[in-house]
């Protein structure tokens, strides 16, 4: 077994320890299993250009805590629109499908960038185009496009710092 195949097996296992707080020696088995799943499903690049060097580990790191503040203010700052359109005496809505092409080369990007459209209340993907255009279904299309733009580029800006393929988009 490669040492890189150990490393996700016990990264896997140290997640799922992390996420159900339960550190008893059977929930450590089940963690073990579910670390030798993720590093049996986890995509192999054919060369090494899809691994992360260690000397990236830093600032992909503090690119996902960015991501991860900025896809949050996004959220609330939806949410608060979509709430106050809802509450209205009269919904003043324009629901339509916008096209937004994406920057992001490899699949994985497209789908983190269609996630960070997605989590967004007000907005929904609904489907990837070959070339990585975006199908965007907003509520308010008029002013939601904009917004989803601004989500994209912002998620975007971080993605090409994070993930391995996507910084020279």
Partial sequence: MKLRTVKWIFLGAVLYLALTANFELANGVVGLAVGLLV??????????????????????????VQYAIV????????????????????????PGIVALPSCCRTPLGQ?????SVSVTPGELVVAIREDGTLLV????????????????????????RLLPGESGA
Avoid: F, K, N
């Fill in 71 to 94: 896809l949050l203010w996004d959220m609330w700052r939806s949410g608060l629109i979509v709430a106050r359109a809802v509450l209205r005496r009269q919904m003043a809505i324009d």
């Fill in 39 to 64: 590093a049996m499903l986890r995509p192999r690049p054919a060369t090494g250009e899809g691994s992360l060097p260690w000397t990236r580990w830093l600032p992909a790191l503090a690119a996902l």
């Fill in 111 to 115: 789908a983190w960038t269609a996630h």
């Fill in 137 to 160: 279904h907003c509520l308010d299309q008029r002013r939601r496009e904009t917004a989803a733009r601004t989500v994209q580029t912002r998620a975007e800006r971080y993605l090409r």
